[in-house]
């Protein structure tokens, strides 16, 4: 596999039985799919080990918004997504294989901002009331509503004239 930053060869290594591939390039690693659980507490061993790696090699980015490809699928574009509802650390993601590219300092952010797996909960269950109770929202539940009452008064109307015409 190649880096995605540099296309240079990543470099497989194993941290607590766990084979992931570094980019000695830019300091970036690939985790597939799920592999990112084992590393992205402030608690895990693992994390903290991988974090001292990527350091190791960390070189600035010279186009971080340049949009990456999967270093499996190589044809896929991988999608910029946010890690979390708090939308301050920005990962790739292959749509294809769910595997997961990051940058130098982001898995370090990561465990920085969430440092166990209920404070990441907790921030997605925020965004998520955040979301349900802004304006525009709360304009549709009216709005759909209203709807629902016209509806049910169209009905009403509805029952009456059959009601009638079975008598």
């Known amino acids: 596999m190649r880096c995605p930053r540099t296309n240079?060869?990543?470099t497989p290594i194993k941290i607590h039985g766990i084979e992931i591939d570094l980019s000695e390039g830019c300091g970036g690693v690939?985790?597939?799919?799920?592999?990112?659980?084992?590393?992205?507490?402030?608690?895990?061993g693992a994390g903290r080990i991988l974090v001292e790696h990527m350091r190791m090699h960390h070189q600035p980015l010279t186009d971080p918004d340049r949009r990456l490809n999967c270093?499996?699928?190589?044809?896929v574009v991988m999608m910029r997504r946010y890690y979390s509802g708090k939308q301050q650390i920005e990962i790739d993601e292959c749509p294809q294989c769910g595997g997961?590219?990051?940058?130098?300092?982001?898995?370090?952010?990561i465990r920085k901002l969430f440092p166990t797996r209920e404070d990441y909960r907790k921030a997605q269950r925020d965004f998520v009331n955040t979301v349900m109770n802004s304006p525009e929202i709360?304009?549709?539940?009216?709005?759909s509503g209203q709807l629902i009452e016209?509806?049910?008064?169209?009905s009403n109307v509805l029952w009456s004239i059959v009601r009638l015409g079975k008598e």
Do not use: M
């Open 8 to 10: 240079k060869k990543l």
């Open 30 to 44: 690939w985790f597939d799919r799920f592999e990112l659980e084992k590393f992205d507490e402030a608690h895990e």
């Open 71 to 75: 270093p499996i699928d190589t044809d």
């Open 100 to 109: 997961i590219w990051l940058d130098a300092e982001e898995l370090a952010a």
């Open 138 to 143: 709360q304009a549709y539940e009216r709005e």
């Open 150 to 154: 016209k509806i049910k008064s169209v």
